[in-house]
């Protein structure tokens, strides 16, 4: 099914929403000492992990059906793939740099014998 609206995307627009909704789905896992991770439910349910990225990044349905809903098209979908699979981890890890640099940067060092 081919989209029925023709829409560019800005990517990192859509990254940007992806990695707000993993930040403020973060947690401490009650194992062992408390690992930090995502919780496995959230920002994606059970259902239709590439339709919850959709609606984060608030991509239009290609179609709505009065009896079915709304409806993706397979570029959607795949869409929705790629930026999950192929490019939040890489822009996350960016992020996490990017702050790393520009907010530990002044921090002053400690000495090694304190």
């Not at 939040?88 to 992020?95: R, T």
């Amino acid at each position: 099914m081919e989209p029925s609206i023709k829409m560019e995307r800005d990517t990192e627009k859509d990254l940007r929403k992806l990695a707000e909704a993993f930040f403020e789905n973060l947690v401490v896992d009650d194992c062992e000492f408390g690992s930090i991770g995502l919780d496995p439910k959230r920002p994606f349910g059970n259902s239709s992990a590439e339709i919850d990225i959709l609606e984060i990044i608030e991509y239009p349905p290609a179609n709505h059906c009065s009896r079915c809903g709304d409806e993706y098209s397979e570029i959607q979908y795949d869409y929705a793939r790629e930026l999950y699979f192929e490019r939040l981890i890489p822009y996350l890890k960016e992020l996490g740099k990017n702050w790393l640099t520009s907010t530990c940067s002044g921090f002053a060092k400690k000495p090694a014998n304190h």
